[in-house]
């Protein structure tokens, strides 16, 4: 059996769900016999048209295979752009209905399933239940052959939907979540809530076993980003279901845990560009004003402020200072531009460094000389190391072999160091390399002796370079000066 808990509002949605699998049948003592413990029963749902969950109850095994897989196979048959959220509800009630269908010929007898969808679609909440026996409101009589679909849309009002074992999820308890709701209360708040339901739900005699004490919840935002994270101890593998404009993410990952058999996705976060968007363009208006207490002309003033510039006009991304004040990140500006590497001496203008070629570039330290280093897009899809200075402007420091490098240290010296990829083709993790850049000897490898990636971080006045590097099956840090072997 299971336990979902799903509560939509204007400001937020939000959905939990159990882990446990049991079986059709209970025990002699009419509890319910597990089969999986760490089953992952909410689908997260991304499509540029609506973003939201999925889950279910019911039926979570068919043939040796989970239903958020099923489910997850069904909405990739809908088209990469434009499936509005009533495609998802319908396609889920068609592929569902058929599959529900040889499931009772198989057993001979009807078994109830729902499937229960929200999300927010043009700003607005929108929920259904996918059902052989309920409603958004009640009970379904006669039980139909096939499922049914009770869809709403609400731009106002707080609603809490308990699926599955509901009566172990108290009155009071539902009076709770719908009152934090109301008051918008923050949302990791409301799913640490959930997880503390669900773990009492389970520990109720109603539960009869039927619910494991550890759940996955789930938040989303009216601009479809969202976070989730899982309440409890699961054991054995998990990687919960995110399905992105019809692509199984979940399976891209799947081959993590063939090498890591119990690796365990434990938190995640998700972005839309309507929630970027949102973020940057919020406009503001502000103005500084300082209390500096008596006015006396023997009083010392102990700190100034400077006005940037207007705060609506641009965005700025600070990553490096140096000891001469001068300051290098990434500028958008206007603000829906994209970004592009800058740097801002003490005193001057700032100054846009331009790209490789490509839409981005990204400044990520200065010496005190004034040189610029970063990575930045030589086209649509290659991104390199550069280094730039006021003589000679953005210069491509190139690669190891690979597609991409990025710098990310540089000394007074004009020493640098970053890391590559050494292959051909897509990037791999394991084929990326610490290196080395001096204007006599270029990009050198400092990770070729190394059994695993290398990374290199950091570069002092004298040349010792730290970085990161794999052993084996750990990470560990390593030291590099030249002429002196490296130490780990």
């Keep these: 059996m299971t336990l979902n808990i799903t509560i939509i509002s204007p400001a937020g949605i939000h959905q939990s769900a159990d882990f446990q699998i049991s079986k059709t049948e209970k025990d002699a003592d009419g509890k319910w016999i597990e089969l999986q413990p760490n089953s992952s029963k909410i689908v997260s749902l991304q499509y540029d048209k609506w973003s939201g969950f999925l889950t279910y109850c019911g039926m979570g095994l ?165 976070s989730g994270e899982v309440h409890g101890d699961v054991p054995g593998p998990l990687i919960p279901r995110t399905v992105m404009g019809g692509l199984d993410i979940t399976k891209m990952l799947a081959p993590i845990l063939k090498s890591n058999p119990n690796a365990k996705l434990v938190q995640t976060a998700f972005t839309s560009s309507q929630s970027t968007s949102a973020t940057i363009q919020e406009h503001i208006d502000c103005e500084f004003r300082v209390n500096k207490g008596r006015q006396e002309s023997n009083t010392v003033e102990v700190a100034t402020l400077e006005q940037i510039g207007a705060i609506n006009d641009y965005h700025l991304s600070i990553s490096g200072l140096n000891n001469e004040g001068c300051i290098v990140g990434q500028l958008r500006k206007p603000i829906e531009a994209l970004p592009h590497a800058f740097v801002w001496p003490p005193r001057q203008e700032i100054q846009d460094l331009g790209t490789l070629g490509g839409p981005f570039s990204y400044a990520l330290g200065v010496n005190d000389i004034g040189q610029v280093i970063g990575s930045a897009h030589a086209d649509q899809s290659a991104t390199h190391a550069f280094l730039w200075d006021k003589s000679e402007g953005m210069r491509d420091l190139g690669t190891l072999g690979g597609r991409d490098s990025i710098a990310q240290s540089i000394n007074n010296n004009c020493q640098i160091v970053g890391n590559s990829f050494v292959g051909a083709g897509d990037p791999k993790h394991e084929a990326e390399r610490a290196f080395l850049w001096t204007p006599a000897g270029g990009m050198i490898n400092l990770g070729n002796q190394f059994e695993g990636w290398s990374r290199a971080y950091a570069i002092n006045s004298d040349g010792v370079v730290l970085g990161w590097r794999q052993r084996g099956t750990v990470v560990c840090g390593f030291v590099f000066l030249q002429n002196l072997a490296l130490s780990t």
Excluded at 149 to 167: A, W
Excluded at 192 to 209: D, F, K, M, T
Aim: aromatic share 10%; glycine share 8%; net charge positive.
């Design 62 to 226: 068919w043939k040796g295979k989970r239903t958020d897989e099923y489910a997850s196979e069904w909405l990739a048959e809908l088209p990469k752009f434009g499936a509005t959220f009533q495609d998802a509800v319908e396609k889920i009630r068609e592929q569902g209905s058929a599959w529900i269908a040889s499931i009772n010929q198989s057993f001979g007898k009807v078994k109830f399933h729902s499937f229960v969808l929200a999300g927010y679609e043009a700003g607005t909440p929108v929920y259904a239940v996918v059902s052989n026996y309920q409603t958004l409101t009640g009970s379904m009589t006669p039980i139909p052959n096939e499922l049914k679909v009770d869809v709403r849309r609400s731009t106002t009002g707080i609603h809490v939907f308990v699926t599955g074992i509901r009566n172990a999820v108290s009155e009071a308890a539902k009076r709770k979540l719908k009152r934090l709701a109301q008051n918008a209360t923050a949302a990791n708040v409301i799913r640490y809530e959930l997880g503390n339901v669900n773990r009492l739900a389970a520990q109720s005699p109603a539960a009869r076993n039927g619910i494991s004490a550890a759940c996955l919840a789930y938040s989303l935002d009216i601009h479809g980003a969202g």
